[in-house]
């Protein structure tokens, strides 16, 4: 079957605009997480979906930043009044139910460039 | 708080020489371990991971990886790597250790270079 899939694969944005990224999740997967990750550095959490629910927003580092997942498959990750240092690759994943020893299906990511 | 350490940021072998990936982890249980692979232009590919039981973990593309409690690590080997192995390699951690939350917290990854 289909993997996850992000749309779009780059973003060049300007600072102070408005950006928003999809994920599309494997289908029946009701976890869902959002990770940024910096160049020469590991994925950062970011936040955590069990359906609709964001059950752990702990690793968002602003206001600026919010997630939705509005019908419990599809998500999106909004950042508004874009700074250059949120330039990075932001990676979905998607798991069956969200345990720890659950493997997480990565998609291939979302390069945002803030100029 | 929990943290994954990969003390090598680059590692360059040639292509037919064995290889080990370090990784230490800093929880007070044992928690659940995996070590995903990053090739370039794609999305991160699980390996192995370890939750329980036997120590030493068989995954994909011919990699294990054994736990060891007293060193608190869970290093990455493959006896014979191939060019197409070279990749960046992350090891991870859940949140919590594990359990009902699945967060992973990474380590800034080996980058693996294959001498031909």
């Known amino acids: 079957g289909a993997g996850v899939s992000q749309t779009p694969s780059n973003k060049v944005t300007e600072k102070g605009k408005y950006v928003e990224l999809r994920c599309d999740p494997i289908?029946?997967?009701?976890?869902l997480y959002w990770y940024r990750q910096s160049l020469g550095q590991g994925p950062e959490f970011l936040i955590y979906?069990?359906?609709?629910?964001?059950?752990?927003d702990s690793g968002l580092p602003n206001d600026r930043f919010f997630a939705v997942r509005p019908e419990g498959s599809v998500s999106t990750l909004k950042i508004q009044r874009t700074e250059r240092g949120d330039s990075a690759v932001y990676l979905c994943?998607?798991?069956?139910?969200?345990?720890?020893?659950?493997?997480?299906?990565f998609g291939p990511g979302t390069r945002l460039l803030v100029l | 708080a929990q943290s994954v350490t990969q003390p090598d940021i680059h590692i360059t072998v040639s292509e037919g020489a064995s290889l080990e990936l370090r990784c230490n982890y800093s929880?007070?249980?044992?928690?659940?371990l995996f070590w995903y692979v990053q090739s370039p232009g794609q999305g991160l590919q699980l390996l192995l991971k370890?939750?329980?039981?036997?120590?030493l973990v068989q995954g994909i593309k011919g990699f294990e990886a054994e736990f060891k409690r007293s060193q608190s690590s869970f290093n990455l080997r493959k006896p014979s790597v191939h060019w197409s192995d070279a990749a960046e390699y992350f090891c991870?951690?859940?949140?919590?250790?594990?359990?009902?939350?699945?967060?992973?917290?990474f380590g800034k990854g080996t980058k693996l270079s294959v001498k031909p």
């Open positions: 994943a998607s798991s069956l139910e969200g345990q720890g020893f659950e493997t997480q299906y």
């Open positions: 289908s029946g997967h009701t976890a």
């Open positions: 979906f069990q359906g609709t629910g964001a059950a752990d």
């Open positions: 929880y007070g249980a044992t928690p659940y």
């Open positions: 370890y939750f329980s039981g036997d120590t």
């Open positions: 991870a951690v859940p949140i919590g250790g594990g359990g009902s939350q699945g967060n992973l917290i």
